[in-house]
């Protein structure tokens, strides 16, 4: 059995930091991805709507209803996990401010 060496502080802030920038970057590239998926869809939406409503026009407000669910359940998707990682991101600032020694976050502050 071996023993581990322990982290240093400075080690442990470190990784903590790796962790933050990672997280950030992933929220960056969802709402990258969220602005491309609504520059996307929402110009075919109409397109496809339009293009159904000439031939049918009762299927056009079936199609077009179930198009925006479709949508929608996207939109939640995405906006689920940015709002879980900005959660952990919150976390990772409390704590890195905790080991470097400085005063709460902003966060922390309306929190109160």
Same mark, same amino acid.
């Given at each position: 059995?071996?023993?581990?060496?322990?982290?240093?502080?400075?080690?442990?802030?470190?990784?903590?930091?790796?962790?933050?920038?990672?997280?950030?970057?992933?929220?960056?590239?969802?709402? @990258?991805?969220?602005?491309?998926?609504?520059?996307?869809?929402?110009?075919? #939406?109409? /397109? $496809?709507? %339009?293009? *159904?409503?000439?031939?049918?026009?009762?299927?056009?407000?079936?199609?077009?209803?179930?198009?925006? @669910?479709?949508?929608?359940?996207?939109?939640?998707?995405?906006?689920?996990? #940015?709002? /879980? $990682?900005? %959660?952990? *991101?919150?976390?990772?600032?409390?704590?890195?401010?905790?080991?470097?020694?400085?005063?709460?976050?902003?966060?922390?502050?309306?929190?109160?």
């Amino acid at each position: 059995m071996t023993v581990q060496p322990s982290m240093s502080t400075n080690d442990k802030v470190q990784a903590l930091l790796f962790e933050y920038n990672s997280l950030r970057t992933e929220i960056m590239q969802r709402n @990258s991805v969220f602005n491309q998926y609504c520059v996307i869809s929402v110009p075919a #939406t109409v /397109a $496809a709507t %339009t293009l *159904v409503y000439t031939a049918f026009p009762p299927a056009a407000f079936i199609l077009f209803l179930i198009i925006c @669910s479709l949508l929608y359940f996207v939109f939640r998707l995405i906006e689920f996990d #940015t709002l /879980a $990682a900005a %959660t952990r *991101v919150r976390e990772l600032e409390t704590k890195i401010n905790e080991m470097a020694g400085d005063s709460p976050n902003f966060y922390d502050a309306i929190r109160k």
